[in-house]
């Protein structure tokens, strides 16, 4: 059953991954340039296996934020992680999910900045759960109603979100 307090208990779980997912395109824009996290790397297509998109800076930038977030919501608001291993697991998470969206876009040929509807928008978010779940399972708000809330609510903060970066200058596309 859908309730209003496992909604929002799932919109602060999973805070750190949105803060993660989105720290990357305002450092990225101040640091004018990034160093590549496949270094140029050209797989056997022909593309590159992440492009010039995914940075080291953008990794660090995306993890550092988001496991600040994290911990403040660990010390906080005790009881939304079950264990400093699952809040610390969402940003990773979040970035590896985003890298992982990035190297299938390659492998499809979908160039930087293209879009890919769905992976675009939630691929970050479902890796940041399988990863922050693996050491104790879901959390007890966890109930199919909740959760596909949570991903509806999450497309719509991500398009309005890169909409607002996109407006602002920080980012070259809206989606």
Not at 1 to 18: K, R, S
Not at 24 to 49: C, E, K
């Amino acid at each position: 059953m859908l309730t209003m307090q496992d909604l929002l208990t799932a919109v602060v779980y999973v805070l750190p991954a949105y803060i993660a997912n989105g720290t990357p395109v305002v450092v990225l824009r101040f640091a004018r340039r990034g160093h590549p996290l496949d270094m140029g790397m050209i797989m056997r297509d022909g593309r590159r296996l992440l492009g010039d998109g995914k940075t080291v800076e953008g990794l660090i930038s995306g993890v550092s934020a988001g496991l600040a977030a994290a911990v403040l919501l660990y010390v906080l608001l005790p009881g939304v992680y079950r264990g400093f291993l699952e809040c610390g697991l969402m940003p990773v998470g979040a970035m590896a999910g985003d890298i992982f969206g990035s190297f299938l876009k390659r492998r499809l040929g979908v160039e930087r900045g293209g879009s890919a509807p769905v992976l675009d928008q939630l691929g970050f978010l479902l890796m940041a759960l399988f990863l922050a779940w693996l050491p104790y399972g879901p959390p007890d708000w966890a109930n199919p109603p909740t959760i596909l809330l949570l991903l509806l609510v999450t497309a719509f903060l991500h398009i309005s979100t890169n909409t607002l970066a996109y407006l602002l200058g920080l980012k070259e596309k809206w989606y």
